[in-house]
C-alpha cells in the first residue's frame, strides 16, 4: 500500500528558531512531492514541489530535500515566524498511466511561541 | 479571479438529506480534484476531472458520492443519503497542463450531518 508517514505529529519551538519536519513514503513508482501549509480551517497552499531528480527546493525560508534513493524528503524552517503556526503536509504522487494520484500524509503540526 | 472558490464554505445537514457542493477552479486550469479531510489527517483524494472527463476515482467515493464538470469548468460534488462518517472538510483544488502539477486549493467546504 503506498503510504506517506510524516514526523513528527506536532512540534512547539520558540520564534526565531529553525525546525526541520520528515516525510518517508513508499509511493511507487514515483512522480513528485511536494510540501503543503495549511492553516486552520482553510485549504492548503503550496510550498514547494520536487521531481525525482531534483534534491533540494528553496521557497524563501523554507528549503525541501529529496533522497529519491531512501524514500526521504525534509522540509527545514529557517527564523521561524509566528505566522509559521501551521500543519504542514507532505503529498507524494504516484505516476500511472498518465494519472498523477496524490498520496497525503497526516501533516505535522507546527507552534511557533513568541 | 484570484483563486478557487468554493459555495457553500459550511453546511450542516440532517443524517439522510442531499447535499451538494460547487467548486469554481482557476479559470484556464483545465484540471480539477476533490479531496475530502477529516480532522488531524491529511486530505483524501476522491476524484479527478481532465476538462469535463471524470478520470479518476477513489475507492473512497462511494455510490452515494457522484461529481459532475459538465462544462469543463466549474464542478459539482453531491452526497445523497448523509451519513455522520460524512462529516468532513471537502476540499476541491485546480491545475494547469499535463504531467507533475502545482495544485492550487480552495478554502473547502466543511460538512457537519446531524
Known amino acids: 500500500k503506498n503510504q506517506v508517514e510524516q514526523s513528527p505529529q506536532s512540534l512547539i519551538i520558540l520564534e526565531g528558531k529553525n525546525c526541520t519536519l520528515q516525510c518517508n513514503y513508499t509511493v511507487s513508482p514515483f512522480s513528485n512531492l511536494r510540501w503543503y501549509k495549511q492553516d486552520t480551517g482553510r485549504g492548503p497552499v503550496s510550498l514547494t514541489i520536487?521531481?525525482?531528480?531534483?534534491n533540494t527546493k528553496s521557497n524563501g525560508r523554507y528549503t525541501a530535500t529529496l533522497d529519491a534513493d531512501t524514500k526521504q524528503s525534509s522540509l527545514h524552517i529557517t527564523a521561524s515566524q509566528l505566522s509559521d503556526s501551521a500543519s504542514y503536509i507532505c503529498v507524494v504522487s504516484l505516476s500511472s498511466g498518465g494519472s498523477y494520484i496524490p498520496t497525503f500524509g497526516r501533516g505535522t503540526s507546527l507552534i511557533v511561541h513568541p | 479571479d484570484t483563486g478557487v472558490s468554493q459555495d457553500p464554505r459550511h453546511k450542516i445537514t440532517k443524517r439522510g438529506q442531499n447535499v451538494t457542493f460547487r467548486c469554481d477552479p482557476i479559470?484556464?486550469?483545465?484540471?480539477l480534484y476533490w479531496y475530502r479531510q477529516t480532522l488531524g489527517q491529511g486530505p483524501e483524494f476522491l476524484t479527478y476531472?481532465?476538462?469535463?472527463?471524470?478520470?479518476?476515482k477513489s475507492r473512497l467515493l462511494s455510490d452515494r458520492f457522484s461529481a459532475e464538470r459538465p462544462k469543463g469548468s466549474f464542478s459539482t460534488l453531491e452526497i445523497q443519503r448523509t451519513e455522520q462518517g460524512d462529516s468532513a472538510m471537502y476540499l476541491c483544488?485546480?491545475?494547469?497542463?499535463?504531467?507533475?502539477?502545482?495544485?492550487?486549493f480552495g478554502p473547502g467546504t466543511r460538512l457537519t450531518v446531524t
Open positions: 476531472f481532465q476538462n469535463e472527463a471524470q478520470l479518476e
Open positions: 483544488a485546480s491545475s494547469l497542463g499535463q504531467g507533475p502539477l502545482e495544485q492550487y
Open positions: 520536487m521531481t525525482f531528480s531534483e
Open positions: 479559470s484556464e486550469h483545465n484540471r
